[in-house]
């Protein structure tokens, strides 16, 4: 049976546009800000790791805002996290970042403009019939305002896939302060500035990447329903062309 979603949580024309070739190496993706001659164009998708997601639980958040951290330091309630509503297969997937280029000149001296325009967590290679946002476990769709885009915040342009089901201790690192100073904490450190915090205890992980004042998450669906991949935007590189 082919799959039919809500229209109020389906990718207009733009977004889908964006997201099919944003991840398309070789296709332009619109033009640099304030110069419509220069293009910015996909170089490339670079896996930067694979996580361990074994409870099929994902979060996609920030892995610590700051009014929370203050509220772990001091002993008090903290919020949860922004939980997907989809559930996903337990397993191991890739983590994959969408890199562009596009040069600019400021003050001038030249800048090469190479910036991560989407993550994605690929759960399949199946092909994508659809693009629909992404509800978070306490958002309610009958809420939704026309044209609104349920995103997540974050104060220091850092977004994380983790699973769900270890998030307390995969978090914790991010939120430990003595005297105001982060404590330090074991992570790994990976190409294009992310992170990854493991629980070998529960044998999951949390991956950071880059996503400036949080990001929008979508859902790729396949002509079943099922979700293939989930990708964060923070935002339209350029112009469409």
């Known amino acids: 049976m082919e799959w039919i979603g809500d229209v109020r949580l389906a990718a207009g024309s733009e977004a889908a546009w964006y997201l099919e070739t944003v991840f398309t190496p070789g296709e332009q993706l619109g033009t640099v800000y304030d110069d419509p001659t220069t293009p910015v164009m996909v170089t490339g998708i670079e896996e930067v790791c694979t996580m361990r997601v074994p409870s099929g639980r994902l979060v996609v958040d920030a892995p610590w805002h700051d009014d929370e951290a203050r509220n772990y330091e001091r002993g008090?309630?903290?919020?949860?996290?922004?939980?997907?509503?989809?559930?996903?297969?337990?397993?191991?997937?890739?983590?994959?970042?969408?890199?562009t280029a596009g040069p600019y000149e400021f003050f001038g001296e030249r800048f090469d403009g190479v910036a991560c325009a989407a993550t994605r967590l690929r759960v399949s290679d199946e092909p994508v019939a659809g693009w629909e946002m992404g509800l978070g476990v306490d958002d309610d769709i009958d809420r939704l305002q026309p044209g609104e885009k349920p995103r997540f915040g974050s104060d220091a342009n850092v977004g994380c896939f983790a699973d769900a089901g270890a998030w307390t201790a995969l978090s914790t690192p991010f939120r430990t302060y003595v005297d105001?100073?982060?404590?330090?904490?074991?992570?790994?450190?990976?190409?294009?500035?992310?992170?990854?915090?493991?629980?070998?205890?529960?044998?999951?992980?949390?991956?950071?990447?880059?996503?400036?004042?949080?990001?929008?998450?979508?859902?790729?669906?396949?002509?079943?329903?099922?979700?293939?991949?989930?990708?964060v935007t923070s935002g339209m590189s350029g112009s469409k062309a």
Do not use: N
């Open 76 to 99: 008090l309630p903290t919020s949860p996290p922004r939980e997907l509503a989809v559930r996903i297969p337990p397993g191991t997937y890739p983590v994959e970042i969408a890199w």
């Open 180 to 231: 105001g100073m982060q404590v330090p904490y074991a992570f790994e450190e990976l190409p294009g500035w992310c992170e990854r915090v493991s629980d070998e205890s529960r044998q999951a992980d949390l991956v950071t990447f880059t996503a400036e004042s949080g990001g929008v998450v979508w859902l790729g669906r396949t002509d079943t329903g099922d979700v293939a991949v989930i990708v």
